[in-house]
């Protein structure tokens, strides 16, 4: 289930990802939250994935190729990624590995508390 708000006087949209979520549903997910008229290019974003969350299909090529592809719908932004299970941090960051972002920038954490001070710094 991915759920999200937006936090407009933070410039700020916050994503929780929980139970079962496939790539499928992140794919489907980005594609209506940009139609949701809060949404700019430039929010800067919080994504949250519960530790007992199910990751269905995600591959760090396919991660990384759905990244690339957002990247060139968005202006410059910052996306924060709090993972605190070892298995899927890893899967994020070998997707953040090999791929250069120019006009988002994105962090890995462990907790939700460091990813929006960083948020708040950019």
Same mark, same amino acid.
């Given at each position: 289930?991915? +759920?999200?708000? $937006? +936090?407009?006087? =933070?410039?700020?949209?916050? !994503?929780? =990802?929980?139970?079962?979520?496939?790539?499928?549903?992140? *794919?489907?997910?980005?594609?209506? !939250?940009?139609?949701?008229?809060?949404? @700019?290019?430039? =929010?800067?974003?919080?994504?949250?994935?519960?530790?007992?969350?199910?990751?269905?299909?995600? *591959?760090?090529?396919?991660?990384?190729?759905?990244?690339?592809?957002? +990247?060139?719908?968005? @202006?410059?932004?910052?996306?924060?990624?709090?993972?605190?299970?070892?298995?899927?941090?890893?899967? $994020?960051?070998?997707?953040?590995?090999?791929? *250069?972002?120019?006009? !988002?920038?994105?962090? =890995? $954490?462990?907790? +939700?508390?460091?990813?929006?001070?960083?948020?708040?710094?950019?």
């Amino acid at each position: 289930m991915i +759920e999200y708000t $937006f +936090e407009m006087p =933070l410039h700020l949209l916050q !994503v929780r =990802l929980s139970n079962s979520v496939s790539l499928l549903d992140l *794919v489907n997910f980005f594609a209506k !939250v940009q139609k949701d008229p809060r949404y @700019g290019p430039t =929010l800067k974003s919080l994504f949250i994935i519960d530790p007992d969350a199910f990751l269905v299909n995600f *591959v760090p090529a396919a991660i990384s190729k759905l990244f690339q592809r957002m +990247e060139d719908s968005i @202006g410059p932004s910052w996306w924060a990624i709090v993972a605190s299970d070892a298995s899927q941090k890893s899967i $994020f960051t070998s997707a953040l590995h090999d791929f *250069v972002f120019k006009r !988002v920038k994105i962090s =890995l $954490f462990d907790d +939700e508390f460091p990813a929006l001070q960083w948020l708040k710094s950019n």
